[in-house]
């Protein structure tokens, strides 16, 4: 992979992140602050449809970034990292079906008066899950 490939693989890596992150406190915000008529099923559901894209690039460039850098080693201390990061990940895309398929359901069912707690709760565990996957990933980087 030449230099700007590695490089625009990267980018789409760490702006994928920063979405995901961004977007999931955005409405975990909003569902904690929400007034009065507000449709947190239509707000969440539209997070559903750009946290799933973004995770498709996410694992595309998180491919290329390995095959870039070479598959280490689970001995290695930066191999130990990418496995754990690797497993929190699983954790957090299971996680993520089970929020989506909570969430798709009240859509479908056209439920506007949902109780936001599981909400609020769904999207603040991602967000914290993510911060996680941020932190490991430092460690990745600068070791």
Avoid at 22 to 48: C, H, I, K, M, P
Avoid at 84 to 104: A, H, N, P
Wanted: aromatic content about 10%.
């Amino acid at each position: 992979m030449s230099s700007l490939s590695a490089l625009l693989v990267r980018f789409v890596h760490v702006g994928g992140m920063a979405l995901l992150l961004g977007g999931a406190l955005f409405v975990w915000n909003a569902l904690r602050t929400a007034g009065f008529g507000y449709d947190s099923v239509q707000l969440a559901s539209q997070y559903e449809w750009v946290f799933w894209g973004t995770m498709g690039a996410m694992l595309v460039t998180g491919v290329g970034n390995l095959g870039e850098l070479g598959a280490p080693g689970p001995a290695t201390r930066w191999g130990t990292v990418l496995t754990i990061k690797l497993g929190v990940v699983t954790v957090l895309v299971v996680g993520s079906f089970v929020r989506t398929v909570v969430v798709l359901t009240a859509r479908r069912s056209g439920v506007r008066g949902v109780d936001e707690t599981w909400f609020r709760r769904f999207y603040g565990a991602t967000s914290g899950i993510l911060v996680l996957v941020v932190a490991l990933a430092e460690v990745l980087a600068h070791g």
